[in-house]
């Protein structure tokens, strides 16, 4: 398996090759169980989950069984009491000292949640052994990145030979960009405006290559670090640009793209949409740039101008 391409439903079809691996020893087991805390958004609070079937993804549980799932939104004023712990146990077919044993790992599983600012914490599965006993058998932790600073000990962990080096480039330059499989890059300012612009693009026919929020602060500089990673990806046939600058100055964005599109030799289709704080000084840098930039008025015509080119360049 050492230095080889693992494919799964979390890497996705290109996989991801193997630098490690966890050798852990037999364990006899009856049965699998699920357990996890996860961010309850809906409620506001952490989220316990459970399932009678472990060793499976949750969500295929949750679409074929939904009544073989346990849920409690946890308050934080009291957090997780033993009772609770107890409940879960039964429904889940536990008794006598295996339900002790539940409680013990639940508890733990709550301090461990909160101390460390996690987002997510599984257990899966969670198995009840021959002699009666219950053991973690395979778990998985994810952490809230803006708490980060808090935990230096965790950071100290991170294996970046396991990320995107896109993704990382991004990172060292304050951007939040992830990959996606398609062949538009998106360079915008905001999330919601990102996920936006990927939905419209999408309407028109095309396929976003990427998410990528510059943020409301960018600078010059960061905008051209931004243009390079949305071009290090071959996939990439054209990019779209959509600016709406209320803290972010379109003449700085603007600035921007044509220091990266120089630099870099751009040639694939660049469709720019700006709108806000400057926006006249933004177009007319962009106009007197010199480079074959198609200028939208609107997202929609942004997206239907970008997709059309590319498509056109093919």
């Not at 506001?44 to 009544?67: F, K, T, Y």
């Not at 599983?109 to 599984?122: G, H, K, N, P, Q």
């Not at 006249?280 to 074959?292: F, N, P, V, Y």
Request: charged residues 25%.
């Amino acid at each position: 398996m050492l230095g080889h391409t693992l494919v799964t439903k979390q890497t996705g079809a290109a996989g991801r090759k193997v630098h490690r691996v966890y050798v852990e020893a037999g364990c006899d087991y009856v049965r699998e169980l699920y357990l996890s805390l996860v961010i309850d958004r809906a409620h506001g609070r952490i989220g316990l989950i459970a399932s009678s079937e472990g060793g499976m993804e949750i969500e295929d549980v949750a679409a074929e069984h939904p009544e073989r799932i346990e849920r409690l939104a946890i308050d934080p004023a009291t957090g997780i009491w033993p009772f609770h712990a107890r409940r879960i146990g039964y429904r889940l077919g536990l008794a006598g000292p295996q339900i002790a044993a539940f409680t013990r790992i639940v508890d733990g599983l709550y301090r461990a949640f909160v101390a460390l600012d996690c987002a997510v914490v599984e257990i899966n599965p969670l198995v009840v052994t021959r002699d009666g006993g219950v053991v973690a058998l395979d778990a998985k932790m994810a952490f809230d990145d803006n708490a980060l600073f808090r935990h230096p000990e965790l950071e100290k962990l991170r294996d970046e030979a396991e990320e995107d080096p896109k993704e990382l480039e991004a990172a060292k330059h304050s951007l939040n960009y992830v990959a996606l499989d398609g062949n538009i890059g998106c360079m915008v300012n905001g999330a919601g405006l990102a996920m936006a612009t990927m939905d419209i693009i999408k309407l028109y026919g095309g396929r976003p290559a990427d998410f990528l929020d510059v943020g409301g602060g960018a600078t010059k500089e960061r905008v051209t670090a931004a243009f390079k990673i949305i071009l290090s990806d071959p996939n990439v046939e054209g990019i779209l640009v959509n600016i709406f600058g209320g803290i972010m100055r379109c003449d700085v964005i603007a600035e921007g793209v044509v220091a990266a599109a120089r630099e870099v030799s751009l040639d694939v289709p660049l469709v720019v949409r700006l709108e806000g704080t400057n926006v006249d000084l933004g177009k007319q840098i962009l106009a007197q740039s010199g480079l074959t930039i198609i200028a939208a008025d609107n997202l929609a015509d942004a997206a239907e101008k970008v997709v059309k080119a590319v498509r056109e360049a093919a």
